[in-house]
């Protein structure tokens, strides 16, 4: 599977907007990136996904580098329910049937909102 | 509607006592995924059903770990003979299909003393 790298931590303060950065240099022409975050004491919950274009849904935004080789996850306005661990995640439709779309986490990125 | 439900929340065991999780998937999900949650780590995928058919258990990490999902729709992850190292977050996952967003139940949290 090709790897992200995410930042350990980030801080915001309320009510501005945060951009939570990730790096996938060996993503395949396939590969959809993915974002999930867990809040505390919870499970994981579906954020966003994208293939080549910006992506936005009510949760958030999701840029693409032109290269495909970073992606930013964009929160408009941060709020203090937003705190979390983001994680950013590759996945393949179909990586010769044999993932089944398991997904695979890294340590992801602490966000931390101050009010 | 209900999401994906787990029980019991929170499991303490003690080390070589057997122990068995439940996962009520959202109703009509083929797909159902368990993993297991270190703390401070990221999820790690355990195993993987499509409908009753096991078809991925290739993150099981020995052969005291068994799970199953005879009709298709509950499933039960269970532990033989626990191990300190056991001791993790177990969530349940369930989605439409296999490529489709998942759906992550609360967990369990197994402490084994």
């Known amino acids: 599977d090709a790897k992200t790298t995410q930042p350990n931590s980030m801080e915001s303060n309320e009510e501005e907007p945060v951009h939570l950065p990730c790096n996938h240099s060996?993503?395949?022409?396939?590969?959809?990136i993915h974002w999930y975050r867990q809040l505390p004491s919870q499970g994981p919950e579906y954020v966003i996904h994208?293939?080549?274009s910006n992506v936005n849904n009510r949760m958030a935004s999701l840029a693409i580098a032109e290269d495909r080789k970073s992606s930013t996850l964009i929160l408009h306005r941060a709020t203090l329910r937003d705190a979390a661990v983001y994680y950013c995640?590759?996945?393949?439709?179909?990586?010769?049937?044999?993932?089944?779309?398991?997904?695979?986490f890294g340590q992801g990125t602490i966000l931390t909102v101050h009010p | 509607g209900a999401g994906v439900s787990q029980s019991p929340r929170y499991k303490v065991a003690k080390r070589g006592q057997d122990v068995a999780l439940r996962c009520d998937p959202i109703?009509?999900?083929?797909?159902l995924f368990w993993y297991q949650q270190a703390l401070g780590q990221g999820p790690e995928f355990l195993t993987y059903?499509?409908?009753?058919?096991?078809?991925?258990k290739s993150g099981l990490p020995s052969d005291r770990f068994f799970a199953e999902r005879p009709e298709g729709s509950v499933s039960t992850l269970k532990i033989q003979r626990t191990q300190q190292e056991d001791s993790a977050v177990y969530l349940c996952?369930?989605?439409?299909?296999?490529?489709?967003?998942?759906?992550f139940g609360p967990g369990t949290r197994l402490t084994v003393l």
């Open positions: 994208g293939l080549t």
């Open positions: 059903f499509q409908n009753e058919a096991q078809l991925d």
């Open positions: 995640i590759l996945r393949s439709p179909n990586a010769g049937g044999t993932s089944y779309g398991k997904l695979t």
């Open positions: 060996t993503i395949s022409g396939t590969d959809y």
């Open positions: 996952a369930s989605s439409p299909g296999p490529y489709n967003e998942q759906f």
């Open positions: 109703s009509g999900h083929v797909s």
